[in-house]
Structure formats: structure tokens, C-alpha cells
T-cell receptor, first 114, second 114 residues
Framework: EAGVAQSPRYKIIEKRQSVAFWCNPISGHATLYWYQQILGQGPKLLIQ????????DSQLPKDRFSAERLKGVDSTLKIQPAKLEDSAVYLC????????????FGPGTRLTVL | QKEVEQDPGPLSVPEGAIVSLNCTYS??????FMWYRQYSRKGPELLMYTYSSGNKEDGRFTAQVDKSSKYISLFIRDSQPSDSATYLCAMRDAGGTSYGKLTFGQGTILTVHP
């Protein structure tokens, strides 16, 4: 079974530029999560989708971050404009449904904002 | 105060040692308790989960939950160099609109040297 795919793996941008990350979850997984993991910290949930609807985006900085999950499969996370404090690893995860205790994580995208 | 506190370490032990990793939490609504392992440049992967208080054993790993003290532990017996990773505790409640949302500790870096 293929795992969660993410791209790109690494990205370096200047502050105030925009950037987009892509995630392809495990086939058949209804729930998709985006996490932000700052160096030395645990992952922090940014947004959770159930199929193509948003379940929880309470910790998403909506003035600069946006995310979508078209057709309930792939998802993109965008940052515009980026700030220095956005430097982090952005992890995508998926699970069969919201009641599933196991979330499967992708390798992450490491973002550096200069 | 963070909802979940975890000693970041780093922890360095010789091969064969017993390792104890711990987390405390403040949210009494947490019902499911997980331990994830994260290798360098990889996404977290689920090791074990427990529901409510009690112990759970899986091979060399034992998870303990004491809800009365709001304290959880992961024990690793006969530790191996391949156990070297960051260990993240995570927990969630059992209901509400954010069902499935995990709150992570900051992770403990473990190194097992031969």
C-alpha cells in the first residue's frame, strides 16, 4: 500500500513570497490533516478535512494560509505572503475516518523562509 | 501552560538499557493516548495507543496511562540503536466537532549507542 505522498520535499523562499505544498493521501482515506512542525516542537494541527469539507481550521492563520481538498482526494496548502516564523516542516497525514486512532504521515515539506 | 508537556531530552542510553519516556497533560477530556516515533527527516509513525487508564504491551514497548495523575509513560526494554529517534506523545478527546484532532507533546530525542 502506497503511503502519503508530499511534494516538494524542500523549499526555500524569501519572506513575503508565496508557496504551495501538495499532498496525496492514502487511497480511501476520508480524513486529511495538515500539521506544522517547528524545529524542536511537536506537530500542530493547522486544518482537518473530512472528504472535501473542512472540519477544523481553528489554528490556521487565515490571513495568510489557505488550504483546499478538491474532490476529496489531493490537497494543497498555500502560504501568501510568507513570514520568517513560517519556517517549519509541513506534514500531511490521513486516516480512514475521524474515528480512526491511527494517522499516517507523509515525509513532510521542509520550508525555509529567508 | 501547554496542554501536553514532554521532557525534550535529549536522552542518551547504552544498548540494552530500559528507557522511560513521559508526558503530563492538563486537559481531563483526553481519552485516547498515543505514542508516535519520528526518525530524522521522516513523518511520525504510530507505535501504540491506549484508551483511558491502564497498561498496554507490544513486544519491547509498554505504554502506561494514569488519568488520575494526568501522566503517561512509554517504556522501551532492551533498547536497540534502531530505537534512536524522536518519540512524541499525542492525545485526543472522544467527541466534539474536533474529533480526531491530536495534541502532541514536543517530543523526546532518544539516542541508543552500541
Amino acid at each position: 500500500e502506497a503511503g502519503v505522498a508530499q511534494s516538494p520535499r524542500y523549499k526555500i523562499i524569501e519572506k513575503r513570497q508565496s508557496v504551495a505544498f501538495w499532498c496525496n493521501p492514502i487511497s480511501g482515506h476520508a480524513t486529511l490533516y495538515w500539521y506544522q512542525q517547528i524545529l524542536g516542537q511537536g506537530p500542530k494541527l493547522l486544518i482537518q478535512f473530512q472528504n472535501n469539507g473542512v472540519v477544523d481550521d481553528s489554528q490556521l492563520p487565515k490571513d495568510r494560509f489557505s488550504a483546499e481538498r478538491l474532490k476529496g482526494v489531493d490537497s494543497t496548502l498555500k502560504i501568501q505572503p510568507a513570514k520568517l516564523e513560517d519556517s517549519a516542516v509541513y506534514l500531511c497525514a490521513s486516516s480512514l475516518n475521524r474515528m480512526d486512532n491511527e494517522q499516517f504521515f507523509g515525509p513532510g515539506t521542509r520550508l525555509t523562509v529567508l | 501552560q501547554k496542554e501536553v508537556e514532554q521532557d525534550p531530552g535529549p536522552l542518551s542510553v547504552p544498548e540494552g538499557a530500559i528507557v522511560s519516556l513521559n508526558c503530563t497533560y492538563s486537559n481531563s477530556a483526553f481519552q485516547y493516548f498515543m505514542w508516535y516515533r519520528q526518525y530524522s527527516r521522516k513523518g511520525p509513525e504510530l507505535l501504540m495507543y491506549t484508551y483511558s487508564s491502564g497498561n498496554k504491551e507490544d513486544g519491547r514497548f509498554t505504554a502506561q496511562v494514569d488519568k488520575s495523575s494526568k501522566y503517561i509513560s512509554l517504556f522501551i526494554r532492551d533498547s536497540q540503536p534502531s530505537d534512536s529517534a524522536t518519540y512524541l506523545c499525542a492525545m485526543r478527546d472522544a467527541g466534539g466537532t474536533s474529533y480526531g484532532k491530536l495534541t502532541f507533546g514536543q517530543g523526546t530525542i532518544l539516542t541508543v549507542h552500541p
